[in-house]
């Protein structure tokens, strides 16, 4: 992990420099594709799942280490042919998961904030899961297994996979010519996002399109069809955390309040979007395909943007402190602080939410990260980083204000499923 923990030093400066350049190419060309609290939305969310990363926050159910040891047909050396095969299966790999999430209704809840964005963008590539904490993709690397692809191969290639998947999240580039046929484009993927019934889980590949041409997924993006973006029921929030189990929760209460036995455990693995019928009527979901042009755009005051900026740059500070000092921080501490920043992340953009609970949290949470900076396990800070502990001191005294600040001006929203 601290090898991994180095190279996101390196990618998220670089991804927030291309998503810069898109947002002021966009405000150049009058074809501004960004709104903030959108784009705040995708880049918090984009440090939740770095954290979930570099913290190992999940269970791996089965490894491709295990599977290669004992499953192998051969012994490959790492050549670069070793390397051309092993990134087809991971994109071949991917395909498969990729579609799995859109089809079954539990596992769409660990990719559903991916294609929360009402927008499509760069920054809305960053919008990756922190739900799917059990972990089973090796399964799909079954045939490099059996070719005897090394793990070190699969590890190697698995970010670099996940990272070329950047470059295609974008309204600014138009159809490709002969590369429409050989590799995911902009366009292709534009129409993966939309949520127009021809479009509706279309080109699930990755890399390489001919998954998609191969398996009956693939669909041109139309001039007659503009993509509309987002999901079918809009997630009408801007808190990444809430968003990854949004679905979860609408799935556990339908199976609690269903009064069919068997439809208590079929709600999990039936097709995307069905319910029990005698809980549509209890519970009504707002969908987008009697409204399909609703957005959830709330106003903001300048005040209410600046605070959302502050929030936002600090948070930023206070991951690339965790990465930076990966190696020399202890375990316990990285644990405890990466929930730190996951519940500043959840605070904050549930205050943009303008929850009536909100302002309350913030001066929680404000008051218990103050706590666990001065406890005397953690002293260390201050001996070791004086400067960041009390830039950390200070933003956290700052949240507490903030959060009686803004209890004054939040409007009453309360947090609801549909």
């Known amino acids: 992990m601290e090898a991994y923990a180095a190279v996101l030093l390196w990618a998220i400066p670089g991804f927030f420099i291309l998503v810069v350049i898109e947002i002021t190419f966009g405000h150049f060309t009058k074809k501004q594709t960004y709104t903030l609290m959108d784009t705040l939305a995708s880049l918090s969310s984009g440090m939740t799942n770095v954290i979930k990363d570099v913290l190992k926050l999940g269970l791996i159910l089965i490894s491709y280490p295990f599977l290669v040891k004992n499953l192998s047909l051969y012994e490959m050396d790492s050549t670069l042919s070793i390397y051309f095969i092993a990134f087809i299966a991971i994109d071949f790999a991917s395909y498969w998961i990729h579609r799995l999430n859109h089809k079954i209704n539990i596992f769409w809840n660990q990719h559903i904030i991916h294609h929360s964005s009402e ?69 292709q993927h534009r129409v993966h996002h939309a949520i127009n019934p021809i479009y509706i889980d279309k080109n699930l590949a990755a890399i390489f399109c ?10 041109e993006e139309l001039d007659s069809e503009p993509p509309i973006y987002g999901t079918l029921k809009p997630v009408q929030s801007w808190n990444p955390i809430w968003i990854n189990f949004q679905h979860f929760c609408i799935l556990f209460r339908d199976a609690w ?68 000092h990966f190696s020399e921080l202890e375990t316990l501490f990285k644990l405890s602080y990466g929930f ?72 009453d929203r309360r947090l609801a499923l549909n």
């Open 340 to 411: 730190l920043i996951m519940g500043s992340i959840f605070g904050f953009t549930a205050l943009m939410d303008l929850h009536s609970w909100a302002p309350h949290f913030e001066q929680f949470r404000g008051s218990m990260a103050i706590v666990f900076m001065i406890i005397p396990q953690n002293q260390f800070l201050f001996d070791t980083y004086p400067f960041s502990y009390v830039m950390f001191i200070l933003y956290f005294i700052v949240t507490v204000c903030i959060g009686f600040w803004a209890k004054r001006q939040a409007p």
């Open 119 to 187: 927008e499509f963008n760069l920054a809305c590539a960053l919008r990756q899961s922190i739900s799917n904490l059990i972990g089973f993709s090796a399964l799909f690397l079954i045939p490099a297994a059996f070719l005897g692809i090394p793990s070190e191969v699969i590890l190697t290639l698995s970010p670099l996979h996940l990272f070329a998947q950047f470059w295609y999240h974008t309204r600014h580039i138009g159809k490709l010519g002969l590369l429409e046929y050989l590799i995911v484009t902009p366009s």
């Open 257 to 324: 309040y269903t009064k069919n036995w068997s439809s208590k455990i079929k709600i999990w693995f039936m097709p995307t979007g069905w319910r029990p019928k005698d809980v549509i009527d209890r519970f009504p979901l707002v969908s987008r395909k009697s409204k399909p042009l609703l957005r959830y755009n709330p106003d903001y005051t300048k005040n209410w943007k600046f605070v959302a900026i502050f929030h936002f740059s600090f948070l930023v500070y206070l991951l690339i402190f965790l990465l930076s």
């Open 210 to 219: 001919i998954w998609d041409r191969i398996f009956g997924t693939f669909q």
